[in-house]
C-alpha cells in the first residue's frame, strides 16, 4: 500500500501568512486512515487556519498537502466536495426547523435523491431529534445543535471529517455522548481531524500534535507526550502542554 492510500492527510511545509504574519509556519504531519488526530493549541495558535488551507477554504502561501488523495492546492472543490467540515459555530440556519436544515444540506453535499430520505432519518436518529424534527433550530440546546451540525456534515457519508473546536459551548455530558459518536464513526473506517484547546477532547484521540505560535512543537500519543515531561510524577496532558510551551518560550528567548 502507498502512501497515498494509507493516509487521508499528508503535509508537507505548510505555510500561511497574511501580510507579515506568519499564521502557520512550515508544518508537515500524515494522518492515517480511521486515526482520530487531535490538533491541540491555544487560541490563535494557528488550528483553524490549517483546517481552512486543508478543506479548501484557504490557500496556502507556501508547501503541499493532500487531503483524500486530492491536491489541497489545485483540487480544493474535489477536496470540498469529499470531506464533511464542522465549524465551531455550527454553522446551522436558526430560523429553519430541524428537518429543513437537514434538507439543506442535503442538497449543497449533493446527495442522490435515491438515498436522500433514508440519508436524512439517520441524522435525526444518530442526532435523537425524532421529538424535534419540526422545531427551529434556534430552540435546540447547545448539545442537540452539536450533534445536528455533526449530522449535517455527515450526510453525503464523507470519509474524513474534520471538526473545527466541536465541543466549543456545551456540558461535559453532551460532550461525552459527542466523543461517543465520534469513536463509532472512526471504527468504521473514517478519518477525524479536530482542532481543540480541551484537554478532555485531546484524551480522545488516538494521536496529537501540539501546534503553538504556528508551529508544531511536538506529536505523538497522550502517553508518549506525556513520557516527555519527567518533572513532574503522572503529568496530565495539561502539564505537558504547559511545560512544552514554556519550554519553546524559553528557547525562543535564548
Not at 504531519?29 to 481552512?52: H, Q
Amino acid at each position: 500500500m502507498n502512501a497515498a492510500n494509507h493516509n487521508a492527510v499528508e503535509v508537507n511545509k505548510l505555510e500561511k501568512r497574511f501580510g507579515g504574519f506568519v499564521a502557520v509556519n512550515h508544518i508537515s504531519f500524515d494522518v492515517a486512515r480511521g486515526e482520530i488526530f487531535g490538533f491541540l493549541g491555544p487560541n490563535g495558535a494557528g488550528k483553524s487556519t490549517t483546517i481552512k488551507m486543508l478543506c479548501g477554504i484557504f490557500t496556502p502561501s507556501s508547501g503541499s498537502g493532500t487531503v483524500g488523495g486530492f491536491d489541497i492546492i489545485r483540487e480544493q472543490n474535489k477536496i470540498k466536495q469529499n470531506i464533511g467540515y464542522m465549524s465551531q459555530r455550527f454553522s446551522l440556519y436558526d430560523d429553519l426547523t430541524v428537518e429543513e436544515n437537514i434538507e439543506f444540506y442535503s442538497g449543497i453535499y449533493g446527495v442522490p435523491a435515491s438515498k436522500k430520505q433514508q440519508r436524512e432519518n439517520w441524522v435525526i436518529e444518530m442526532a435523537g431529534l425524532e421529538s424535534f424534527k419540526n422545531n427551529l433550530t434556534r430552540t435546540l440546546s447547545a448539545g442537540f445543535k452539536q450533534r445536528l451540525s455533526l449530522g449535517c456534515a455527515l450526510l453525503h457519508e464523507p470519509k474524513i471529517i474534520f471538526l473545527d473546536e466541536p465541543t466549543s459551548g456545551v456540558d461535559p455530558i453532551a460532550r461525552k455522548n459527542f466523543w461517543n459518536l465520534i469513536k463509532q464513526m472512526a471504527s468504521t473506517g473514517v478519518t477525524v481531524f479536530v482542532t481543540t484547546h480541551y484537554m478532555d477532547d485531546a484524551e480522545n484521540c488516538d494521536r496529537l500534535a501540539l501546534i503553538y505560535k504556528g508551529t508544531i512543537i511536538a506529536m505523538g500519543t497522550s502517553g508518549q507526550l506525556k513520557a516527555e515531561v519527567t518533572t513532574i510524577i503522572k503529568p496530565s496532558l495539561e502539564d505537558v502542554f504547559v511545560s512544552l510551551i514554556e519550554n519553546y518560550d524559553k528557547q525562543e528567548k535564548q
